[in-house]
T-cell receptor, first 113, second 106 residues
Framework: DTGVSQDPRHKITKRGQNVTFRCDPI?????LYWYRQTLGQGPEFLTY????????KSRLLSDRFSAERPKGSFSTLEIQRTEQGDSAMYLC???????????FGSGTRLTVV | KNEVEQSPQNLTAQEGEFITINCSYS?????LHWLQQHPGGGIVSLFM???GKKKHGRLIATINIQEKHSSLHITASHPRDSAVYIC????????FGTGTSLTVIP
């Protein structure tokens, strides 16, 4: 395991459908972060976990969004009743308890049609 | 108001030129990252800084905590350096600049 893995790389879905993304962090990293990046913008923070505890959530994370990290390892981000405005790159990152070694995954690109 | 401002937004350089990208921020931070993103690709962390200066190959990053400013320098630029460079600052969560799109022409 040499990096943060995200699956799928690309997802096209119809408006109103539910989608789920997965992130596998670097195995010894305690912290896991989800970000969203829309075209031409920098990533925006969504939420982060310390082990299995979800410690912070952005106001961008509406009630249609839910994230879990049940065993403190991989995490899932689910979007219910997708809207066209949800189309973006969803990025996952992980880090040890400090900030050295902060590593991004390659992202999942979501297109809602 | 953006917590992180980068300049310039776009930059075109001739191969071999010395390049500087600037980042100013308004929030208190524990760390600053310089990230590289290629078109359609994922993000790679180039540097994490909390003080001073770091060098990796042709890349140099500096940070001035008092002035809340960081710079990324690329010496002897090459077309493969063409990418978007993003500054990210924060602690428990990170705030990102909108990026500087760099194109290096052969």
């Amino acid at each position: 395991d040499t990096g943060v893995s995200q699956d799928p790389r690309h997802k096209i879905t119809k408006r109103g459908q539910n989608v789920t993304f997965r992130c596998d962090p670097i195995s010894e990293h305690n912290r896991l972060y989800w970000y969203r990046q829309t075209l031409g913008q920098g990533p925006e923070f969504l939420t982060y976990f310390q082990n299995e505890a979800q410690l912070e959530k952005s106001r961008l994370l509406s009630d249609r969004f839910s994230a879990e990290r049940p065993k403190g390892s991989f995490s899932t981000l689910e979007i219910q009743r997708t809207e066209q405005g949800d189309s973006a790159m969803y990025l996952c990152a992980s880090s040890p308890s400090g900030f050295e070694g902060y590593t991004f995954g390659s992202g999942t690109r979501l297109t809602v049609v | 108001k953006n917590e992180v401002e980068q300049s310039p937004q776009n930059l075109t350089a001739q191969e071999g030129e010395f390049i500087t990208i600037n980042c100013s921020y308004s929030v208190g931070i524990s760390a600053l990252h310089w990230l590289q993103q290629h078109p359609g690709g994922g993000i790679v962390s180039l540097f994490m800084l909390s003080s001073g200066k770091k060098k990796h190959g042709r890349l140099i990053a500096t940070i001035n905590i008092q002035e809340k400013h960081s710079s990324l320098h690329i010496t002897a630029s090459h077309p493969r350096d063409s990418a978007v460079y993003i500054c990210a600052v924060g602690g428990n969560q990170f705030y990102f600049g909108t990026g500087t799109s760099l194109t290096v022409i052969p």
